[in-house]
């Protein structure tokens, strides 16, 4: 018992005290206290504060709540049930993805290392392959949505498959190794490389521009050339070749050629003629042997021819060592008559002309006179239009102190041209031909 005057002091065991305060000790006459709250434990299946989850006995390695009653997640290095694989960080392109999921081609996933990911299907020819690789040429897999023909795995364009995976082939500008001698990118058989894929060459049957004019191969082709060169006095266009009408030249067909297509100046344009007559004539004046050569004598023949208003190319009927009218006259392909100025037949034709004997004797002049008696002529040529005799030819017709043949005029046999050797120092008459216009190559 407390002293007078003294507050008693409470017991707490009794729970005596002070009225204005309950047993507890608090201000609150509610009653007892609730008992402190136990201490948290992961694993009792309750989700405790500071816990994440608490699955109880399911928590574990691997599964949803780890046995710490935290969350199983990406990147804590624990397979969680929706990850393949979690390697402790969430970086991709190490085999493992952010998303905790198995990098690897066949998923259907296209991971960071991979071009294209269809779940390995198993068709490499529908725009992912069974790599994870999207399909080019050159993979070594025949993509034939991509219209690949071919695939060799490499880029060479000497093999089978070329450039764009498709089939080599003549003609694609590639040269097929051991298969093509050359390729062009052509199927042209008119420049360097056939379609055949072969160079070309003069005898292959075509015709190389540029290079060749005609090419008709183991065929012949009048006008064309063994070498593939149009021959002289032709034009050529492809394997056709005919003759060069107005180049001056007179060949195969031709009667004449006077260098141009014009009527009216001796040779029709077209190089044709109907039985033209040239003129023969024996000259009003006499010439001894030098004469200044063949040469000299044509002048003197075409200076009578022009005198007198004749026209057309005169020539003397001269023979020497390198020169006859045989061997140097043009003459066209036609049947071409000799006449005298007044129209009198000297020979049908040349054949005619060299037969040995001739129609009508040669014994009128430029003029139209004619000569009396046996005229001796200058002619160093026989009946054929040939050399009549080595060394009578006057030094060929150069000189006076020597010796020539002669021909009489008024004869028609082969004393015409061939009767007689004579002095140089002689003055003599010539015979004179009417040319065809043209030469011959």
């Known amino acids: 018992m407390g002293t007078a005057g003294t507050p008693a002091t409470p017991d707490p065991s009794t729970g005596d005290g002070d009225p204005g305060q309950d047993d507890d000790g608090d201000s609150s006459d509610s009653g007892d206290d609730p008992p402190p709250p136990p201490p948290t434990t992961c694993g009792d299946g309750v989700l405790d504060p500071g816990e994440e989850c608490d699955h109880g006995e399911a928590n574990g390695p691997g599964q949803q709540c780890k046995n710490n009653c935290e969350l199983n997640t990406c990147g804590d290095a624990d397979v969680g049930p929706n990850e393949t694989c979690d390697d402790g960080n969430q970086a991709s392109g190490d085999g493992c993805s952010a998303s905790c999921l198995s990098e690897s081609c066949g998923n259907d996933i296209t991971d960071t290392t991979e071009q294209c990911d269809d779940g390995a299907n198993g068709n490499d020819d529908d725009g992912c392959t069974d790599t994870c690789t999207i399909p080019t040429c050159g993979d070594g897999i025949v993509q034939e949505s991509l219209g690949e023909e071919c695939e060799d795995g490499n880029a060479s364009n000497e093999d089978a498959c070329v450039q764009g995976c498709v089939s080599a082939s003549c003609g694609d500008g590639f040269v097929w190794a051991g298969q093509e001698e050359c390729d062009d990118d052509n199927t042209a058989d008119d420049d360097a490389c056939l379609s055949t894929c072969v160079p070309a060459s003069c005898g292959d049957g075509f ?214 050797t004579r002095y140089c120092g002689n003055f003599q008459r010539l015979y004179c031909f009417e040319q065809v216009p043209g030469t011959v190559p």
Not at 309 to 322: C, E, H, I, K
């Open 207 to 420: 015709v190389w521009t540029g290079m060749e004019d005609c090419d008709p191969g183991a065929a012949e082709v009048v006008g064309c050339q063994p070498t593939c060169q149009a021959q002289i006095g032709y034009e050529c266009t492809g394997n056709v070749c005919e003759v060069a009408c107005g180049d001056g030249l007179i060949v195969g067909n031709e009667c004449c050629d006077d260098g141009n297509t014009d009527d009216g100046d001796g040779c029709p344009g077209t190089c044709q003629y109907p039985g033209w007559q040239r003129i023969v004539f024996v000259t009003e004046d006499t010439f001894d042997g030098n004469m200044g050569g063949i040469a000299g004598a044509d002048a003197l023949c075409q200076d009578a021819a022009t005198a007198v208003g004749l026209p057309g190319t005169f020539r003397a009927w001269l023979s020497d060592d390198t020169h006859s009218p045989d061997a140097d006259w043009t003459r066209g392909q036609c049947d071409d008559s000799y006449v005298l100025t007044n129209g009198q037949s000297v020979a049908g034709d040349w054949n005619d002309l060299t037969d040995g004997n001739i129609d009508e004797p040669i014994r009128r002049t430029e003029a139209g006179n004619e000569v009396g008696g046996n005229q001796n002529v200058w002619t160093g040529t026989d009946t054929d239009g040939t050399l009549d005799n080595p060394g009578r030819d006057c030094e060929e017709w150069s000189s006076t102190n020597a010796d020539g043949r002669s021909g009489m005029a008024g004869q028609s046999d082969h004393d015409w041209t061939d009767d007689w």
